[in-house]
Nanobody
Framework: VQLQASGGGLVQAGGSLRLSCAASVRTLGRYVMGWFRQAPGKEREFVAAIGWSVSSTSYADSVKGRFTISRDNAKNTVYLQMNSLKPEDTAVYYC???????????????WGQGTQVTVSS
């Protein structure tokens, strides 16, 4: 499985960005899709995940109410809509595919290459 992430960039605090990640497989079956992030000097951390049933979502407390994860199963693509961005959201964002609930790195089986998100104050 290859994952191709896009949509990162530079935005001012309070702004929005939308990340996308497409999986190059015929079908992802029941895999969970999601996002992690890693800020400079920090460990990679969970951001959000979504199950095959799009009603099953999980979020890190730090992004609840600001970020929304969604997926298009027909396109094997996961999205992360990020609103009200803060400087502390600055990080490299990695998409991942893995086993439920995929709220820890150990449950991720495949990783994308990462996309940089920078939020200026």
């Amino acid at each position: 499985v290859q994952l191709q992430a896009s949509g990162g960039g530079l935005v001012q605090a309070g702004g929005s960005l939308r990340l996308s990640c497409a999986a190059s497989v015929r079908t992802l079956g029941r895999y969970v899709m999601g996002w992690f992030r890693q800020a400079p000097g920090k460990e990679r951390e969970f951001v959000a995940a979504i199950g095959w049933s799009v009603s099953s979502t999980s979020y890190a407390d730090s992004v609840k109410g600001r970020f929304t994860i969604s997926r298009d199963n027909a396109k094997n693509t996961v999205y992360l809509q990020m609103n009200s961005l803060k400087p502390e959201d600055t990080a490299v964002y990695y998409c991942a595919v893995g086993r439920p609930p995929m709220t820890t790195m150990e449950l991720a089986n495949y990783w994308g290459q990462g996309t940089q998100v920078t939020v200026s104050s």
